[in-house]
């Protein structure tokens, strides 16, 4: 009687563990919104161009357009892989350089430009 007991208890727990084990298999399917790609790329580009997100840049001048000009000129034909720009901000023209992601890579790109510009800086620009 006992080994019958015995026996019946465990069929019933095998019986059990493999009716659970295959409960568990199934597959899941996500449903998400189709603008969540586009919008994700968007953000990217965004990142990228310095829209949004913490940059820093470096400044090489403060002053009038056509010395402006000047200094950006002599820059790009010096150092062609980081980006450069003039920012009208009242009542001087800027000119800043690069976007860069942290200020590690903003110093060691300033170490580079200030042997040809010494007045140079980092910053990090305020958002607009």
């Known amino acids: 009687m006992f ?8 069929s ?14 199934g597959q899941v ?3 998400q919104d189709e603008a969540i790609p586009e919008l994700l ?5 965004m990142v990228k161009d310095g829209i949004i ?3 820093y840049r470096i400044q090489l001048f403060s002053g009038d ?3 402006a000009s000047k200094v950006i000129k002599d820059y790009r034909s010096q150092y062609p892989d980081w ?13 800043w350089v690069g976007n860069f992601r942290n200020s590690l890579e903003a110093d060691r790109a300033l170490l580079e430009i200030k042997k040809t510009f010494p ?3 980092r910053f990090k620009p305020e958002k607009r």
């Open 65 to 67: 357009n056509n010395q």
């Open 41 to 45: 790329e968007k953000k990217t580009e």
């Open 12 to 25: 019933a727990l095998v019986i059990g563990a493999v009716t659970s084990s295959t409960a568990q298999q």
């Open 83 to 95: 980006p450069s720009t003039i920012v009208f901000e009242t009542p001087n023209y800027k000119v």
């Open 53 to 55: 997100g913490d940059r």
């Open 3 to 10: 080994k019958k007991k015995s026996l019946i208890l465990a």
């Open 29 to 31: 399917s996500i449903i």
């Open 119 to 121: 007045s140079a800086f």
